[in-house]
């Protein structure tokens, strides 16, 4: 019995086995190259060290990355991360006692266990019959390795994703009360290896404005309940409220700065909106990598404590896309990474209300509401094209169309357009990836607005590591609010821009946007509060619902 259970597992972790990829020199059509011969990452980019690390072993170059590996440990003794990746060495290697070692020695330092199971699959692989591993899939057997994460919350229905140990089915019981009494279930999902193990299960039918607890199954297990399983339904759409969300981006994997997840959890925000570098990737044609980079994140306590209550919102940049400042170009399956490996492994890892125009024309752009406030969220990679080369786009011709149906049709107070890059043109200097880039189709975008008379919309974006607040004058019509953030867990900082016109630029420690939304005012209002990692609140701006109308 124990032997055909060992042989499902290994047959499980060898499902993604076909997509590992050896990293090579690869053309991304966009402004920048890996080179063939990259060395390892400067240490104080702790989010780039262990993946330099796992792209070496991948091209087995062990020698290399265990020296490598051996003196970064001596000079961060008892790093989880270090200690984990030297145990993937190890293992590849044939050295399963060292390995184990290795593995066993990470866990106590910290790394969470639900890493061993998660993977890289097939780089645990050697480990599989070792006691240590046997121990941790029997604790997983009946719990999800990740998550639960709560998405596309609305006035009625909500979505929870999970990542299971083996192919299983998942289901979610909610109710409004703790004891999950009189509890209504969702249908069954099933998580499949192709999809990384993970599934996403919907509820619908829910009471507005509303708490629920909820618990997990996984398989024929029980519904397993915690503290954290519990979230709030929104306002049906249209109607006047009073509500919170926290937005930002360049969350770059730092173990140290991840307590920025409980500092936004502290302020229990409705939703929070990822608006790009969610996770920093920068691999497109390798899977395991960017599966690697999605699990370290979701195995963070203080990520999973987060995401169980508050709903999160997703767009991406060009590191969680392709490389730093890239394009992806307007044909859909050119780089063939773009449809085959990128956009479905963004699927997998998030729970979002919608995904472009799926499979046929993908992307990330989608839109919600929280009762009567438009949020409107873009993909500016996916079709982008190169900004040196005419015609140029951020959108594309599909894309530009359904935003500007969007905004025709929008009834918000305020409707909110979310940009994984900045508007304003004087955030980065003469750098033509933010929209500085694409003047004539952001002149085309705010142009419609004013030409057909939208009132009430604000801008937000990522992309700059700090928080900004700027105003886009215009002559034909009011001045375009941008609330900007992009520093959530990073190291990197980019230089604060008040010389630039800037009303307020925050660059130190790590921050997030907080915006509180009042339309149930005379005259609503928005309020954008930089919070810092803190928790504390340097800068403040308000824009009332009277400052975005046309005469």
């Given amino acids: 019995m124990k032997r055909t259970f060992l042989a499902i597992l290994i047959a499980l972790f060898s499902a993604t086995g076909a997509f590992a990829q050896v990293i090579r020199d690869y053309d991304l059509g966009g402004a920048s190259k890996p080179k063939p011969d990259m060395s390892f990452r400067k240490e104080n980019q702790y989010k780039r060290v262990h993946q330099s690390s796992l792209r070496f072993i991948l091209r087995g170059e062990l020698d290399k990355t265990e020296k490598f590996l051996d003196q970064y440990l001596a000079k961060h003794p008892n790093d989880a991360e270090t200690l984990y990746m030297l145990g993937i060495l190890h293992g590849q290697r044939g050295n399963i006692e060292t390995a184990e070692d290795f593995m066993a020695r990470a866990l106590s330092a910290g790394l969470p266990d639900g890493r061993l199971v998660a993977g890289p699959r097939e780089m645990m692989q050697p480990l599989l019959g070792t006691k240590l591993l046997q121990d941790v899939l029997a604790k997983y057997s009946t719990l999800p390795v990740h998550g639960p994460l709560v998405g596309s919350v609305t006035n009625s229905s909500v979505s929870f994703w999970v990542r299971t140990q083996t192919e299983a089915a998942v289901q979610v019981l909610l109710s409004e009360s703790p004891n999950l009494s009189d509890g209504n279930k969702t249908k069954i999902a099933r998580t499949k290896a192709g999809e990384d193990f993970t599934a996403v299960t919907k509820a619908s039918g829910l009471n507005a404005n509303t708490e629920y607890f909820y618990a997990v199954r996984i398989g024929d297990g029980p519904f397993n309940f915690a503290a954290d399983q519990r979230f709030r339904t929104l306002s049906p759409k249209g109607q006047t409220s009073k509500f919170k969300i926290a937005f930002g981006g360049g969350a770059g994997y730092v173990p140290e700065n991840e307590r920025m997840w409980n500092t936004i959890g502290s302020f229990d925000p409705h939703a929070i909106l990822l608006l790009g570098d969610n996770v920093y990737i920068d691999d497109p044609e390798s899977v395991v990598m960017q599966q690697y980079t999605y699990q370290r994140r979701q195995s963070r306590p203080e990520w999973r404590k ?123 200097g003469d750098s033509l990836d933010t929209w500085n880039g694409y003047k004539q189709e952001h002149e085309e975008i705010l142009g419609f607005i004013e030409q057909n008379r939208i009132e009430g919309v604000v801008l937000m974006s990522a992309d700059r590591h700090r928080s900004d607040a700027w105003k886009i004058e215009r002559k034909n019509g009011y001045g375009f609010y941008e609330f900007n953030s992009s520093r959530l867990t990073n190291q990197h900082i980019h230089p604060t821009m008040e010389k630039a016109g800037a009303i307020f630029s925050y660059n130190k420690p790590q921050s997030f946007g907080l915006v509180t939304f009042d339309t149930t005012l005379n005259d609503p209002q928005v309020t954008y509060d930089v919070v810092n990692i803190d928790g504390e609140k340097p800068h403040t701006l308000t824009v009332r619902r009277s400052e975005l109308s046309l005469p």
């Fill in 306 to 428: 987060l995401t169980a209550r508050s709903p999160v919102f997703t767009i991406w940049d060009d590191h969680d896309f392709s490389t730093n400042d890239s394009w992806g170009g307007a044909d859909i399956t050119v780089p063939f990474w773009k449809k085959d490996w990128a956009f479905p492994i963004f699927r997998q890892n998030w729970a979002n209300p919608g995904y472009g125009g799926g499979n046929a024309q993908p992307g990330c752009w989608y839109t919600f509401s929280i009762g009567d406030v438009d949020f409107i969220m873009l993909d500016c990679r996916y079709y982008r094209t190169s900004p040196k080369v005419e015609p140029r786009s951020m959108l594309g011709d599909v894309q530009k169309k359904w935003l500007k149906e969007q905004l025709a049709e929008a009834q918000g107070t305020f409707k909110i357009i979310c940009s994984s890059v900045p508007w304003d043109f004087r955030t980065k």
